[in-house]
């Protein structure tokens, strides 16, 4: 009986933490929001950009775009808020639109067209996937784990440099 | 009179006492008091460092004191939960999961590596009985080259690790330093207050003080009394009904499991993670703390883990500046601060071994005169 009462614990304790766990992988999901303020086409009909957007984050403008500009903001969670203040036309008056969007648990990196946007268009039209496009970097030397060949890891300094400040 | 020579030798006797029982601590009160008028800094600077460091070193620090409760001494197996927290935060930068939810799932994937490498540590611990610290040392080393292979060979192509930021560019294996910007200082920042300047990590602290209540909490639980008696006498415990071997193996994993939560913390403090050295020394700085506060081999309690990293932590901010002003050079103050932390654990160990043999030399003498006596009467 006392047997089976610690193993029922063990497994209760296994599965709540399975549970926080699987929580904090969503609520804590980061995405890199890109906002493309870039005229596009859409079932043969295009919507052209405003002359100026500000992006809000978080009450912080993130981006200040003109045409064919790009900003980006980091973001946690799957229901992203942002604000954007449009101005139309050089010397307009600017106005003020709140705008959610749900944002993919898959993608790290989401682009959302702000014209598409604007125009209420669905949202495979306004939201795409960042894809990094692979460059070429120089090998990098392969870790050491302490052996270097100055004078200061002679007397055991070795880990300070990659604590960098303990 | 002759009662205030009395109150007053006794008063000496007192000091001498206090002094005898706490040189080293004594010591290092002594060197900061002399560095930091020299090293020039404003007390609100070193306050605001010294809140930092206590928030990001005090949770590494108090998951020595388990093992030592149960008499297997200063654990340098700590190393192994500090691994096993750093793959926690890899897999987390490699899923991209920011914020304190990071940091909390970091710590949740490092129980289960924790717990299989505790129980190991235990085990072998278990066998080497009356040499754990070296053999925990000696562990650490191992433990480490498993660690490498994991991460540099096999975190890739058999653990699969999505992003090319945090792999290196040959395709397997991580980066140096993976960086952990999304979390960085993310508990520390919620919930902290600004006074006067200094910085207070209230939720950090909060953390720290919850994990001294539990021990507070489980000194008096079966489990802690149980450990108590295995730290004072084995065979004795053993006679009372007590399983020495598991009772040990559970505070290696005790240990184990909050040396990972500790890694977390203070990486998440520090915002990126050396991936190769970050655990390297970890073992040594926390255990030359707990011993700069007083601590010895067999006996710590939570007031020497905080005398500790205020004392080792203030040497560590002042001596580099105090080795610039005194000579000129600032790598002489780099080299004090290392040295000093390898001499006071030297210096602890040789008077702790000092101390034990005085003990039972005074009670072999203590015997010995006794038994004369008992001979003299018969």
Known sequence: MNKKKTILIRVLAVVVLLVIAAAMMVIGRGHTVYFDNVAMEYEGKTYANPYRVDVYVKEERAAKLKADERGMASWMGANFKMTLEITENKGDEPTTKEFKVKL??????????IPALLADLPEEAYLSEFVQTIVEEPEEEEPSDTETDTPVDDLGTDGFEGLGDI | ???????QMSFGKK?????SDNPVPIMFIIICAVCIPVSGFSPGYLLNEIMTRMGRNTFLILCLLIPIMAGMGLNFGMTLGAMAGEIGLIFVADWQIYGIPGVVLAMIISIPISIVLGIFCGKVLNMAKGREMITSYIISFFINGVYQLVVLYMMGPIIPIKHSSIRLPRGYGIRNTVSLLNM???LDNLMSITIKG???PVLTFIIVGVLCLFFVWFKKTKLGQDMRAVGQDM???????INVERTRIISIVMSTVLAGFGMVIYIQNMGNLPTYTAHSQIGMFCIAALLI????VDHASIKNVFLGVILFHLMFIVAPSTGTKITGDSMIGEYFRVFVSYGVITVALTMYETKKRRIKSRAGQQLKADQKGDEADE
């Open chain 2, 1 to 7: 009179m002759k009662n205030n020579t009395t109150t």
């Open chain 2, 184 to 186: 960085r200082q993310c």
């Open chain 2, 15 to 19: 000091l001498r006492r206090f002094l």
């Open chain 2, 198 to 200: 200094v910085k207070i």
């Open chain 2, 235 to 241: 065979e004795v415990a053993r006679d009372a009904g």
């Open chain 2, 293 to 296: 506060g007083g601590a010895s």
């Open chain 1, 104 to 113: 993919p648990q898959s993608m790290d990196g989401v682009i959302i067209n």
